[in-house]
């Protein structure tokens, strides 16, 4: 498994395009390197959707982080599968979390999300198996759940770092 997906990295020379994103080399992260799956929500008694989050609060402060998030089942919008669902604006710092209505502490509140979001409109896209979508640590987002979804979606995330600031965080070269 690993070592096949390092190989397609290898392949499409992605190395060379996440060194050119951080203008120095690059490393994977092995702590954000995961399959996902990600089932429907049988009772949407309490909303529908994951919790509003960005990754980097949970990397550490100083991290320059790039994930490609690339899904292994048609999924989002319209399908039978959950997506991803984001805030389509760049954000330039960690937000307030756990606070203004938020249900956990690890979650950006409603109110934060929709004042963040009133310029912009909330997207949640609809993806083939193997498209593959780029995000940084300050991304705003949450699994994409609707109504009447009835299979899991599988995804794949890899977290690739600046290895200049991957500090605390385990990592494994490309090759």
Request: hydrophobic share 40%; charged share 20%; proline share 5%.
């Amino acid at each position: 498994g690993s070592c096949r997906v390092l190989q397609i990295y290898r392949k499409y020379a992605l190395k060379q395009v996440f060194d050119e994103f951080f203008g120095e080399p690059s490393v994977i992260a092995t702590r954000k390197w995961v399959f996902r799956l990600v089932e429907p929500i049988k009772d949407y008694g309490g909303g529908i959707g994951g919790g509003w989050h960005q990754d980097g609060q949970f990397m550490g402060e100083g991290i320059r982080a790039l994930n490609m998030w690339v899904p292994l089942t048609d999924c989002g919008q319209g399908t039978p599968a959950p997506g991803i669902t984001l805030i389509p604006k760049r954000i330039e710092e960690i937000v307030e979390y756990g606070t203004r209505g938020a249900k956990l502490d690890w979650v950006v509140g409603g109110e934060l999300v929709a004042e963040l979001s009133r310029d912009v409109n909330i997207i949640s896209p609809n993806f083939a198996a193997g498209d593959a979508l780029f995000f940084d640590h300050y991304s705003l987002h949450r699994s994409g759940h609707e109504i009447g979804q009835s299979k899991n979606r599988y995804a794949l995330e890899s977290w690739f770092y600046a290895k200049s600031a991957h500090a605390a965080n385990s990592v494994i070269p490309y090759f």
